[in-house]
């Protein structure tokens, strides 16, 4: 089991920045790639970025070139640095990880943080 907590959401002023981290406890070492994701209201869960255990990183279009994903493998915790963020990017964000157990996924999700850009 993984448990997940997110931490630095809140209320930031369009193009200015916001740090999101998302750090895991529980038998992290089973932990593959890292990932966020997010959820305005009213719209489905969209996928945001995510980073592999070797760090190789991929982003949704509406974040590439915006927002960084990184990790510290030692610490078991996953960052989103949200740069110049829009009123778009207004949403709940949850982090996820992927856990291989004898060769089989499983996914955990935190209980999300709220990221509210304000213009």
């Known amino acids: 089991q993984v448990q997940l907590v997110e931490s630095g959401g809140g209320l930031v002023q369009a193009g200015g920045s916001l740090k999101l981290s998302c750090a895991a406890s529980?038998?992290?070492?089973?932990?593959?790639?890292m990932g966020w994701y997010r959820q305005a209201p009213g719209k489905e869960r969209e996928w945001v970025a995510v980073?592999?255990?070797?760090?190789?990183?991929n982003y949704g279009d509406s974040v590439k070139g915006r927002f960084t994903i990184s990790r510290d493998n030692a610490k078991s915790t996953v960052y989103l640095q949200m740069n110049s963020p829009q009123p778009e990017d207004t949403a709940f964000y949850y982090c996820?990880?992927?856990?291989?157990?004898?060769?089989?996924?499983?996914?955990?999700w935190g209980q999300g943080t709220q990221v509210t850009v304000s213009s």
């Open positions: 980073i592999s255990s070797g760090g190789n990183t």
């Open positions: 529980g038998d992290t070492s089973c932990i593959s790639a």
């Open positions: 996820n990880v992927v856990c291989y157990v004898r060769g089989v996924s499983h996914d955990y």
